[in-house]
């Protein structure tokens, strides 16, 4: 008997943090759009969902009292942790306090 051999697992998107973080964006910088229309994989700085590094900073500041997660302003992994709305869920699901 064979069977097939399985593709290397790669961690699901967690759709509800997603929608989570979604709103609290919104919620949290007073945004013109809905938390439904921010595409998990859209670009979260200019083009994308157009937010500057002030506003990256108001993230990072209700992510640390919603999930007791500390992103410091000065770590070179922001510009990565903040691409995108998914990548922004994958650090927060991998690192938060339990």
Request: glycine share 6%; proline share 5%.
């Amino acid at each position: 008997m064979t069977t097939a051999a399985s593709a290397p697992s790669t961690p699901s998107p967690d759709l509800a943090l997603e929608a989570e973080l979604a709103e609290m964006i919104v919620s949290g910088l007073n945004l013109d759009v809905k938390a439904t229309d921010i595409q998990p994989e859209d670009p979260l700085y200019g083009d994308g969902l157009g937010l500057d590094s002030i506003d990256i900073l108001e993230i990072a500041l209700v992510i640390s009292k919603k999930y007791g997660l500390q992103i410091k302003a000065d770590s070179a992994d922001n510009f990565e942790i903040f691409s995108s709305l998914r990548k922004l869920a994958a650090y927060i699901a991998q690192n938060r306090a339990a």
